[in-house]
């Protein structure tokens, strides 16, 4: 049975996160990228389906390559940043289902259904994105997740070689940069966009 976790850690992984704008100059290393995937990848999803696939832009080369992609203020923000990850889908996740998932013949779910492998990777592959978030928090860093790119151009940047997979969104990550953040946001009380049936 698990116990509710500290208020420190409910700080950490919620009430203080935040969506950075900047990092300070401090390297991320290849281990704490394998850290943060190792803990992603335990994450809740619909038949362990893990369509996510993941590009860590860590070379400036390939920061570049992704910011020519991005529009507004995000280029330099990926520029600066000691790693952007593009959180990709496999439209075709559901090949590797049989030893995924082998409790069932889950495949066969959504071997004769693009929509239905869309959508499901889609929503898999977004609380896939969300445990990158959260993972990245509890290992100490900070995470810039943003939609002003072209999804189709990053596509054709970085997945030309696997054309059944999408981009879902883009992330910064690194050590944020208090100086960077806005005023926190307005987050509404529970009645305003809930409700009990």
């Keep these: 049975m698990t116990e509710p976790l500290s208020d420190a850690a ?8 935040r969506t950075y ?5 401090k390297p991320v290393s290849q281990d ?3 850290a943060i995937w190792d803990l992603l990848k335990m994450g809740p999803t619909s038949a362990n389906q893990l369509p996510a696939r993941i590009v860590w832009c860590v070379s400036q080369d390939a920061k570049d390559k992704l910011a020519a992609t991005a529009g507004g203020t995000n280029p330099d923000k990926i520029r600066q940043a000691p790693v952007t990850a593009i959180i990709g889908m496999d439209l075709d996740f559901h090949e590797q289902l049989p030893w995924l998932f082998p409790h069932a013949d889950a495949k066969s779910w959504f071997a004769g259904s693009e929509p239905a492998r869309e959508a499901s990777a889609f929503r898999n592959s977004s609380l896939q994105g969300a445990y990158f978030i959260l993972a990245a ?5 900070d995470t810039g997740p943003m939609s002003g790119f072209d999804a189709a ?3 054709a940047a970085f997945f030309a070689d696997t ?3 999408r981009t879902n969104f883009i ?7 208090p100086a960077t953040l806005f005023d926190r946001s307005p987050r509404p009380d529970f ?7």
């Design 137 to 141: 928090l509890a290992l100490g860093l």
């Design 32 to 34: 704490q990228l394998v």
């Design 21 to 25: 704008n900047g990092y300070v100059d």
């Design 10 to 17: 409910l700080d950490q992984l919620f009430r203080h996160a």
């Design 163 to 165: 054309p059944r997979i």
């Design 171 to 177: 992330s910064t990550l690194g050590y944020g940069d």
């Design 153 to 155: 151009a990053v596509d």
């Design 191 to 197: 009645a305003v966009f809930n409700r009990l049936a």
